[in-house]
């Protein structure tokens, strides 16, 4: 017998929500401290983890996250 699974979506209008896969990229950044990196090990690419996350910024008064430029030639180290 298949196992049921249940998840949980909190909805901000028409085209806001905040679900599954938005906390999961959260938790995954928080993690590793990357969006890149966070992208990459939950196999996504760069541009729609980058989307996920305009879109969470778009759901509350303030950032959820905190950005600075990484990389080469970035400060990686805030």
């Known amino acids: 017998m298949p196992s049921l699974v249940v998840r949980?979506?909190?909805?901000?209008g028409a085209d806001s929500a905040v679900g599954p896969g938005k906390i999961e990229l959260l938790?995954?950044?928080t993690r590793c401290g990357s969006l890149s990196r966070a992208a990459r090990?939950?196999?996504m690419?760069?541009?729609r983890a980058w989307?996920?996350?305009e879109s969470l910024n778009a759901c509350f008064a303030e950032p959820?996250?905190?950005s600075s430029m990484g990389g080469h030639g970035g400060d990686s180290h805030r």
């Open 64 to 66: 959820v996250t905190i």
């Open 8 to 12: 949980f979506r909190i909805d901000f």
């Open 51 to 53: 989307q996920l996350l």
């Open 45 to 47: 690419s760069y541009r």
């Open 27 to 29: 938790e995954q950044i």
């Open 41 to 43: 090990d939950l196999k």
